[in-house]
Every structure is written in structure tokens, then in C-alpha cells.
């Protein structure tokens, strides 16, 4: 049983530009959920989808969006790109009512931004 | 907004030993609490979970303990043994809209 996926596993991009993540979540899941984790600090939560829609958002600026798509797959879009958005990105999948199980998350991309 | 807050960046405990882990929040609407485990190169594993309703749960070595009069919980494990070696995150989950701390790096010696 696979779990999340997430590509690429790693990532170089030049500040100014645009960056796609993508994430496939666990089979039976349908709420994704996306970190951004810095070194040394614990995720923090960027937004989540449930049904191709944001449902919950964190304090994030606008150049982070997403989109989930109908088998629940979802992207991570990050535009105009700082140093400041080097981090490990983890996406979280989750059945919608059952928090207390605990999401699954991926092993992350990395991103440097130079 | 640091919500959420695990003071201890390290722990060092002795195989056989109990560890105990801390953490602390702020906002006292979050409806769940849960611990994750997270190895070099993984993303976090969920570990145990406790509603806000309880005080106490168990799963095997691994206890949780809340105390919302002050918004403090924990986690036991006992018997400590050095694969439990790893990061210990704390989370807090207000409608599914889940919270970390910054981790603490748990070490267990032969």
C-alpha cells in the first residue's frame, strides 16, 4: 500500500521564479494538507483541500497556491521566489474524519532557492 | 504565532529509561493533540493522539498525558530503547487545522 508520494524529491530554483510541487496521497485518502519546514523548526501549515477546494489556510502569503485535482492528487504553486522559501515542503494526506489517526505525510521536496 | 511550543530542543535518556517529552500551547480550543516521530530523510510518523475530552491515553510503550488547566501535555515512553532514537514533534489540531512545534531531538543510549 503506497503511501504519499511527493516529486520531486529535491529542487533547485533562482529567486524570481516559479516552483510546482506535487503530491498523491494515500489510497483511501481525500484531504491533503501542505507544510513548509524550515531547518531546525517544526512544519508549518500552508493550506489544505478537501473536494478541489482550500479549505484552511495559514499565514501565507498569496504567492503560495494549490490545487487538488479529482483523484485527490494535489500541487503546491509557489510564484516570485525569495530565498526565504528554501525549505523542506511536506504534503499530508488524510481521511477527512479522522483526525485523531493522524495524517500521512510524504518524505517532503526540498527547495533551494539561490 | 507560536501556538504551539516544545521548549526541550534535546533529550538524552539512558536504554531502559522512561523519556519524557514536553509541550506546551496557547490556544485552548484545539480539539485534538497528537505526537509524531520523525526520522532523517522521512516525513513525520504519527505516533498517538489524544481528544481534547481526556486526560490520558495509552498505546503500548507510548503514554500521553494532558493537562488543559495548563494547556500542557506529554508523552511517556517506557521502556525507552535506542530505536526510539529520532524527533519527537508536537502537534495541536483546531478542525483539522493542525499546529507543530519546533521538535525535540530524542537520544537513547545503549
Known amino acids: 500500500d503506497a503511501g504519499v508520494t511527493q516529486s520531486p524529491t529535491h529542487l533547485i530554483k533562482t529567486r524570481g521564479q516559479q516552483v510546482t510541487l506535487r503530491c498523491s496521497p494515500k489510497s483511501g485518502h481525500d484531504t491533503v494538507s501542505w507544510y513548509q519546514q524550515a531547518l531546525g523548526q517544526g512544519p508549518q501549515f500552508i493550506f489544505q483541500?478537501?473536494?478541489?477546494?482550500?479549505?484552511q489556510r495559514g499565514n501565507f502569503p498569496d504567492r503560495f497556491s494549490g490545487h487538488q485535482f479529482p483523484n485527490y492528487s494535489s500541487e503546491l504553486n509557489v510564484n516570485a521566489l525569495l530565498l526565504g522559501d528554501s525549505a523542506l515542503y511536506l504534503c499530508?494526506?488524510?481521511?477527512?474524519?479522522?483526525?485523531?489517526?493522524?495524517?500521512?505525510f510524504g518524505s517532503g521536496t526540498r527547495l533551494t532557492v539561490v | 504565532d507560536q501556538q504551539v511550543k516544545q521548549n526541550s530542543p534535546s533529550l538524552s535518556v539512558q536504554e531502559g529509561r522512561i523519556s519524557i517529552l514536553n509541550c506546551d500551547y496557547t490556544?485552548?480550543?484545539?480539539?485534538?493533540f497528537l505526537w509524531y516521530k520523525k526520522y532523517p530523510a522521512e516525513g513525520p510518523t504519527f505516533l498517538i493522539s489524544?481528544?481534547?475530552?481526556?486526560d490520558k491515553n495509552e498505546d503500548g510503550r507510548f503514554t500521553v498525558f494532558l493537562n488543559k488547566s495548563a494547556k500542557h501535555l506529554s508523552l511517556h515512553i517506557v521502556p525507552s530503547q535506542p530505536g526510539d532514537s529520532a524527533v519527537y514533534f508536537c502537534?495541536?489540531?483546531?478542525?483539522?487545522?493542525?499546529?507543530f512545534g519546533a521538535g525535540t531531538r530524542l537520544t537513547v543510549k545503549p
Open positions: 499530508a494526506s488524510s481521511p477527512t474524519t479522522s483526525i485523531g489517526y493522524g495524517y500521512t
Open positions: 483541500y478537501y473536494e478541489e477546494e482550500e479549505r
Open positions: 489524544i481528544s481534547s475530552i481526556k
Open positions: 502537534a495541536a489540531s483546531l478542525f483539522g487545522d493542525m499546529r
Open positions: 490556544n485552548s480550543m484545539f480539539d485534538y
